[in-house]
């Protein structure tokens, strides 16, 4: 089975904070991606990474950067955090082939206070 | 026009009904079509895909594509309270090979019984 690990489940930090989410998949599969899931907005794209150290900007790319300097790891940076980046961020991860889908992590809830 | 809608929900349907979701997409070039499931405070989780023109049974759910007309929609034939959840409309557009999806918004269904 495919697993897609997230660092933490519940995440709380203050306004002016740099935020770390890491994400960890075990099926050496080449593409990785982060979302932001709000309600009524449905899963927003914030980056992907399709390889060691290479990443593109989804449709919502400000305020955050990424991190992929190992293929089973892509890193969520909130450099200087603030309320409205307060959201369920959710990892995943696939081989991207034409019907390959996308796995989960479990999903981390950020508070930003 | 958004890339891809969904039926505005919620759905509510008693128990051992048909449930019928629904999705329409903008891009003609879309490959690939995915239908997940997410529960309340859980991740998503793939239902089924499908990509060629027609019907594609698995058990109780049926995914339906036409892609003359642009719509995917999702069948759930005896509907149980297990069914409740949001479920999500995913398609892989054309000209990526990276696994890239973009997401419809969800349709909350709940499951009386």
């Known amino acids: 089975d495919v697993k897609v690990t997230q660092s933490s489940r519940y995440l709380v930090k203050r306004t002016g904070e740099k935020v770390f989410l890491e994400c960890v998949q075990d099926?050496?599969?080449?593409?990785m991606f982060w979302y932001r899931q709000d309600p009524g907005l449905g899963l927003r794209l914030i980056y992907f990474?399709?390889?060691?150290?290479?990443?593109e900007k989804g449709d919502i790319p400000e305020g955050y950067s990424v991190s992929r300097e190992k293929k089973e790891r892509f890193s969520l940076i909130l450099e200087s955090a603030s309320t409205n980046q307060t959201s369920m961020y959710l990892c995943?991860?696939?081989?991207?082939?034409?019907?390959?889908?996308?796995?989960f992590g479990p999903g981390t809830r950020l508070t930003v206070l | 026009q958004k890339e891809v809608e969904q039926n505005s929900g919620p759905l509510s349907v008693p128990e051992g009904a048909i449930a019928s979701l629904n999705c329409t997409y903008s891009?003609?070039?879309?490959?690939?079509f995915f239908w997940y499931r997410q529960y309340s405070g859980k991740s998503p989780e793939l239902i089924m895909f499908?990509?060629?023109?027609g019907d594609k049974e698995d058990g109780r759910f049926t995914a339906q594509l036409n892609k003359a007309s642009q719509y995917v929609s999702l069948l759930i034939r005896d509907s149980q309270p297990s069914d409740s959840a949001t479920y999500l409309c995913?398609?892989?557009?054309?000209?990526?090979?990276?696994?890239?999806?973009?997401f419809g918004q969800g349709t909350i269904l709940t499951v009386h019984p």
């Open positions: 995943a991860s696939t081989r991207g082939l034409g019907t390959d889908t996308q796995y």
């Open positions: 099926m050496d599969h080449e593409n």
């Open positions: 990474s399709y390889d060691v150290k290479m990443k």
């Open positions: 891009d003609r070039g879309s490959q690939s």
């Open positions: 499908i990509y060629s023109n």
């Open positions: 995913a398609i892989l557009t054309g000209g990526t090979s990276y696994g890239k999806l973009t």
